[in-house]
């Protein structure tokens, strides 16, 4: 089967930093995304991991381990347009993406 | 680099009537994907084309949803008859190719109420 779980909701406050977590379990793996969505938009792309560690991007980072099926997303000084859906996706084969429910952040003055 | 775009945005129908979506993908990418996503949820995969071949369309729901990319460009989705559960935002998504690494790049979707 395929399962990608996600917390369905979080608040931070503008300035700190935040942690989404998303643990998968999928039929093959062939690497995760995260993509962000704003309300009523489509999603963008955020980070790609295929390999264990950690890419950093900016004030996002993403971090993979594979023997675990766990990813995470951190956003460091929060900004209010950070508030969004973040979505966590699995490709297994062929480029399919999976995707989680999605964690929906709400950042705080 | 102009986007993915797609037609029209929004949608409200009854249901039992039929609706279709269009979607351009970003030129050069071979590869096109329709989902739907519903409320609070992830984006569901219904159809991916590689060119005007379809790749995958298990989870489409062959007795109501059609999909056709006749010149492997444009892509046409389409919902005869439409239930209540239809209801939900179709996105449309583009890539290169297929290799696993591939960004998809998502069109700003149709929001289809059915009533």
């Known amino acids: 089967g395929q399962n990608i779980d996600q917390p369905t909701e979080m608040t931070a406050t503008e300035g700190a930093i935040v942690q989404i977590n998303c643990t998968y379990q999928?039929?093959?793996?062939?690497?995760l995304f995260w993509y962000q969505q704003h309300a009523g938009e489509a999603p963008t792309f955020l980070s790609y991991?295929?390999?264990?560690g950690l890419e950093e991007k900016g004030r996002f980072s993403s971090f993979l381990s594979r023997s675990k099926g766990y990813s995470y997303l951190l956003l460091k000084e929060l900004q209010m347009k950070d508030s969004a859906s973040y979505l966590c996706?699995?490709?297994?084969?062929?480029?399919?993406?999976?995707f989680g429910q999605g964690t929906e952040l709400s950042v705080k003055p | 680099e102009a986007g993915v775009a797609q037609s029209p945005r929004y949608k409200i129908i009854e249901k039992r009537q039929s609706v279709a979506f269009w979607c351009n993908p970003i030129?050069?990418?071979?590869?096109l994907y329709w989902y739907q996503q519903i409320l609070g949820q992830g984006p569901k995969l219904l159809i991916q084309?590689?060119?005007?071949?379809?790749?995958?369309d298990s989870q489409l729901p062959k007795d109501r949803f059609s999909a056709e990319r006749l010149k492997g460009v444009d892509s046409t989705l389409k919902i005869q008859p439409a239930k209540l559960e239809d209801s939900a935002v179709y996105l449309c998504?583009?890539?290169?190719?297929?290799?696993?690494?591939?960004?998809?790049?998502f069109g700003p979707g149709t929001r289809l109420l059915v009533l």
């Open positions: 998504a583009s890539s290169l190719g297929t290799d696993h690494q591939e960004t998809q790049y």
């Open positions: 999928t039929s093959g793996f062939n690497g």
């Open positions: 991991n295929v390999l264990d």
């Open positions: 996706a699995v490709s297994n084969q062929g480029g399919k993406l999976i």
């Open positions: 030129s050069g990418h071979a590869t």
């Open positions: 084309f590689q060119n005007n071949g379809v790749v995958d």
